[in-house]
């Protein structure tokens, strides 16, 4: 058993109790009663356990019913702490989360391209042992890691199966970070990690069920239902990048043809505005197309302004698919929202298939950002002490 694992004593009202602190907090133990239907005996009991296990501390005092005032009840944000790790295409992020999301420490290492393995888990290895030694706490007080990563992903075994962007395959990052760092690790896709990061961290209240599409070097999503990751039997649920768009499209990374992401990565919108536009510059990046669409070229806005409709297109399929109530888009092309978002809108009004479809389909931008991917990881942890 790894040192960091930890044995929290979870029965249902516990679980319970702590979920309402969390969420609603300060609250006062009469309040939890009242919402959660628990006996007041019962939650003063659990708060003792939770407060002995300094995961919660008591604070400034409530509004009086009339009586005494009550003591109020929040998580404690100063004894324990997760890392978690964002490990992208060309560069690592870590960093060190208190227990509602708050970053403390971060590192950022750049990785080398075509990376192997070796090289790749040296400089995962560098990038987490930067934020423990700049948070300078004991390892029993860091709950475990996280670690979003591109590609597929085994989740039960803790291992990188395949990534298309780095090349690299059957990384056994799991096995590797626990022995290294005697902490419990937890390997996730990026993208169903960013889901996570923005459901528990962007504020959007309880949703039954809730997608967030990731659109940047490629295409990815994560599903939520009833506050937990959906996965398929395969583990490949949400993977809309590779949905066929066009039978007789590009070449995708994937070896199909025509997948979604082939029309609205970045490369995709730098490959179609150097088609439409004689005079675009070689060295020419999804960040110059929104540039030159800020300053007014129309013929970038115009690109922008496709690109959107595509875009629109996989989210009406994701819609027709899985059906969620709420739909957040991030990644690096969402930062052209201005340009790209008018048509999204549009598309799934013509295109949805019902009009509650249309009309309910909540569609935002992510409130977490560029932190979510990061945030989420860490919050692979959360999801297993809540
Ligand atoms: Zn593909």
């Known amino acids: 058993m790894v040192r960091g694992t930890f044995q929290l004593m979870k029965s249902v009202n516990k679980s319970t109790v702590l979920n309402k602190i969390r969420q609603s907090g300060p609250i006062s133990r009469a309040e939890i009663a009242k919402v959660t239907g628990i006996t007041p005996p019962t939650v003063s009991s659990i708060v003792k356990e939770l407060m002995d296990e300094k995961l919660v501390v008591e604070s400034i005092l409530g509004e009086s019913q009339g009586g005494r005032k009550p003591t109020m009840l929040l998580l404690n944000r100063n004894d324990h702490y997760v890392i978690g790790v964002d490990a992208g295409s060309d560069?690592?992020?870590?960093?060190?989360?208190?227990?509602v999301g708050t970053i403390l420490v971060r590192s950022e290492l750049p990785l080398q391209a075509h990376t192997t393995i070796d090289s790749f888990l040296?400089?995962?290895?560098?990038?987490?042992q930067l934020v423990i030694k700049e948070m300078g706490v004991e390892g029993s007080k860091i709950f475990g890691i996280?670690?979003?990563?591109?590609?597929?992903?085994?989740?039960?075994a803790g291992i990188s199966l395949?990534?298309?962007n780095s090349g690299l395959r059957n990384v056994h990052i799991k096995e590797v970070l626990e022995n290294t760092f005697d902490l419990q690790v937890i390997v996730e896709n990026n993208s169903r990690a960013m889901a996570l990061g923005e459901y528990w961290f962007g504020d959007y209240g309880l949703l039954k069920s809730f997608a967030v599409v990731n659109i940047g070097r490629g295409v990815g999503s994560g599903i939520i239902e009833e506050g937990k990751l959906r996965y398929g039997a395969q583990e490949i649920a949400g993977e809309i990048g590779h949905m066929t768009i066009s039978l007789d499209g590009e070449k995708c990374s994937c070896g199909n043809q025509g997948c979604f992401e082939t029309f609205v990565t970045g490369d995709a919108i730098v490959r179609r505005a150097k088609k439409q536009i004689p005079d675009a510059p070689d060295d020419l990046t999804g960040e110059k197309v929104y540039a030159f669409a800020l300053k007014g070229h129309t013929a970038y806005q115009k690109v922008l302004e496709e690109i959107g409709v595509l875009i629109g297109i996989g989210i009406v399929n994701l819609i027709h698919a899985v059906n969620p109530e709420k739909i957040v888009l991030?990644?690096?092309v969402m930062k052209s929202h201005d340009?790209?978002?008018?048509?999204?809108?549009?598309?799934i009004q013509q295109r949805a298939l019902t009009e509650k479809a249309r009309k309910n389909t909540l569609i935002t931008l992510s409130r977490?950002?560029?932190d979510a991917t990061v945030l989420g990881a860490a919050a692979l942890l959360l999801t297993k002490l809540f």
């Open 91 to 99: 560069s690592i992020k870590a960093c060190v989360s208190d227990l």
């Open 122 to 128: 040296a400089v995962l290895i560098q990038a987490i």
């Open 146 to 156: 996280g670690i979003a990563m591109h590609g597929v992903v085994d989740v039960a």
């Open 162 to 164: 395949y990534s298309a």
């Open 330 to 332: 991030g990644g690096g």
């Open 339 to 347: 340009f790209l978002m008018p048509s999204i809108l549009a598309t």
């Open 368 to 370: 977490v950002g560029d």
